[in-house]
């Protein structure tokens, strides 16, 4: 993050970051008046600027508890708002006079960008109570956002600061030092003046290279390097990879105990089988590149009562495959069965999975017809296996 900053505030701030730390641990134990401090801001919801000069005071000590004069500028620079606070009027309509101050989200905003920039502060109290009271909201401002991720983001920010661009003249150098709790700095100057300074926190590591590809196995357009990204990937990918290699069923071996009719998907299914229905529809549609899965139920609805789905068992009792029919009257009057797609994974094709079912397929749901276009391998199949009126729609070569 950059952030452009006065260099006469660059400077002193990089004053006090040059010196030790007077405490080693990130959050030391807490004095009493920085509890005080705490206390009021989540009792009141606010803090005038003069209490936030005096806590940083308490807490940052170094170059004389310099960092009470550059308050101002760093809370404009951090796009914190500050608003008039004012005294409860005793009598509605008096006056009363306000002071500049901080709404208790922005002020804890303000202390975790502070100790972001090294400085000697410990927001994590604060940021405790008020993710507690954040924890049912759906909708976040940016500020309680950076509450929420608060743990999450500790010490890996780089910030770098920039001071307004003027000539500068002289020689280009460069210091770095490291604090006791293994923040890094880094100021910039030529000819003594300095244009920048940077803080790394003491997790902060260089963001790897992110690149477009996509999966060679699940076909997902993915960006290397990025977590939301590889959460959505490894879903689709295991998702995949459980189509394709899938492991033995106990639930569908139980089924299929009596013979393959415990493999029908009807409307008094189980919801799992009408979801690994869904699952191959979706395999089919992604193996010849069709637009719709033709499967109208999943894991949460099962599929109307016109629809018909099949699980092909394999030989270990895995799901190798499924299949579906559905009812129509697109070709006649009194309605047929239809069946419109059929998918088994690769590894278990050609092992007579299909022919050892066709039967039962067309016992069940008559000379059924077959949803168009055929792949050839299913045409092939026909001619060997269909029934007359199968052969007879098929194309001629
Ligand atoms: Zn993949």
């Not at 299929?256 to 979801?275: F, K, N, Q, S, Y």
Request: aromatic share 8%; hydrophobic share 40%.
């Amino acid at each position: 993050m950059n952030f452009n900053l006065p260099r006469e505030t660059l400077i002193r701030l990089s004053g006090i970051l040059s010196e030790p730390r007077r405490s080693s641990s990130p959050a030391p134990a807490p004095a009493p008046a920085v509890l005080a401090f705490e206390a009021t801001l989540l009792a009141e919801g606010v803090c005038t600027l003069t209490a936030m000069c005096d806590h940083l005071a308490q807490t940052e000590k170094r170059g004389s508890s310099a960092i009470e004069e550059l308050v101002e500028d760093l809370i404009i620079v951090f796009d914190i708002r500050a608003q008039g606070i004012y005294p409860r009027p005793e009598y509605l309509g008096d006056e009363v006079e306000g002071e500049k101050g901080l709404a208790a989200v922005d002020a804890v905003g303000f202390l975790i960008q502070l100790e972001a920039i090294g400085l000697e502060v410990d927001p994590s109290r604060l940021v405790d109570s008020l993710i507690a009271q954040i924890v049912d909201r759906k909708l976040l401002t940016s500020i309680e956002f950076d509450i929420l991720l608060y743990k999450h983001t500790q010490g890996k920010r780089r910030i770098r600061f920039s001071a307004d661009p003027v000539q500068l003249d002289g020689l280009h150098a460069q210091r770095t030092h490291k604090d006791s709790i293994g923040n890094r700095f880094s100021v910039c100057s030529r000819g003594d003046l300095p244009y920048s300074l940077e803080i790394s926190g003491p997790k902060y590591r260089e963001p790897k290279p992110q690149e477009a590809v996509t999966c060679a196995l699940c076909g997902m357009l993915y960006v290397t390097n990025h977590p939301g990204d590889a959460r959505r990937h490894k879903a689709t990918h295991d998702r995949v990879v459980r189509r394709l290699n899938p492991k033995p069923s106990a639930r569908l071996q139980k089924r299929v105990v009596t013979g393959i009719a415990g493999e029908l998907v009807g409307p008094d299914a189980p919801l799992w089988m009408h979801g690994e229905v869904y699952e191959r529809a979706a395999a089919f549609r992604r193996e010849f590149g069709y637009d719709f899965i033709q499967w109208p139920g999943g894991s949460t609805t099962r599929a109307p009562s016109d629809w018909r789905g099949h699980l092909i068992t394999g030989p270990g009792g895995e799901i190798a495959g499924a299949c579906a029919f559905m009812h129509t009257t697109a070709r006649k009057a009194e309605g047929e069965w239809s069946l419109q797609w059929i998918w088994i994974a690769p590894k278990f094709r050609r092992l007579g999975l299909l022919e050892a079912r066709w039967a039962d397929f067309l016992q069940r749901y008559g000379d059924f017809d077959l949803e168009k276009p055929l792949s050839e391998a299913m045409v092939t199949f026909l001619w060997k296996h269909g029934s007359e009126a199968q052969r007879a729609s098929l194309p001629v070569f």
